[in-house]
């Protein structure tokens, strides 16, 4: 019997000519038999997901899969937390 799993996926962005140094981090469900099962169909998602093409200035972009990062499973049903994220922003003035 399957279940499921949200994969954390991340491909680097190549930009021919130009040093971008930009990440994507992709999450994914999978339906998977236990934890190992759903790295292994992550990782060949990833790799069916790398590709290349031409942007609108004629540069070669590049899509590579690097690593699965994270595999949590999860319960589906109603109101199932499937994401959270706690982001501190620093103040940009103080008034005193």
Known sequence: ???????????S????????DQYEEQLRLVF???EQ??????R???AKE???FVDRHGRIIG????AVKDVTPVQ?????LLHSSIKEMQPFSMID
Request: hydrophobic share 50%; charged share 15%; glycine share 10%.
């Open 76 to 80: 589906l049903e109603q109101g199932a």
């Open 1 to 11: 019997m399957t279940q499921p799993f949200i994969t954390n996926l991340i491909f």
């Open 44 to 46: 060949d998602l990833g």
């Open 37 to 42: 099962d759903a790295v292994n169909f992550a």
């Open 63 to 66: 899509w590579n899969f690097i």
């Open 50 to 52: 790398e590709g290349k």
């Open 32 to 34: 998977a038999a236990d």
């Open 13 to 20: 962005i190549l930009c021919e000519g130009v040093f971008t």
